[in-house]
């Protein structure tokens, strides 16, 4: 067991860690779309690949280390594109992000509309 590669990779699993900590929070904590998904985008990607780099280091660039490169590498390229792709859709149907949350708004609950214990047809 060398300590320096212990080292390094739990550096590495610790920093992945923190900045997911911090995509998750920016996610619940951030207002509107626009916010959430430029913390998902940056932090989420950069947190994930310090941990499979992290888990690559502690495997010592083993067997295993190869599928954890190649998601690493899927991730860089996926995740930035699917934010890309959430953030066009709401470019171009803008109504879709002033849906309601389900957050309290004093009403119990309701927004309006008929739910299932509304006596629709009677009178």
């Known amino acids: ?9 739990v550096v590495l699993l610790v920093a ?7 995509s998750a929070l920016g996610l619940v904590r951030f207002p509107d779309f626009w916010t959430r998904a430029h913390a998902v985008a940056k932090a989420e990607t950069l947190g994930l690949v310090l941990v499979f780099l992290g888990l690559i280091v502690l495997n010592r660039f083993g067997a ?8 690493a590498g899927f991730s860089l390229l996926v ?9 066009r859709s709401a470019v171009r149907r ?9 957050g309290d ?13 509304s006596a629709e047809g009677s009178t």
């Open 94 to 102: 803008p109504e879709i992000l002033h849906v309601h949350s389900g």
């Open 64 to 71: 295993g280390s190869l599928q954890l490169a190649l998601i």
């Open 16 to 22: 992945g860690t923190a900045f997911l900590a911090i």
């Open 79 to 87: 995740n930035p594109t699917a934010i890309h792709a959430l953030a």
């Open 105 to 117: 708004d004093g009403d119990g609950g309701r927004d309006g509309r008929a739910g299932d214990d």
């Open 1 to 9: 067991m060398d300590p320096v590669i212990d080292t390094v990779a």
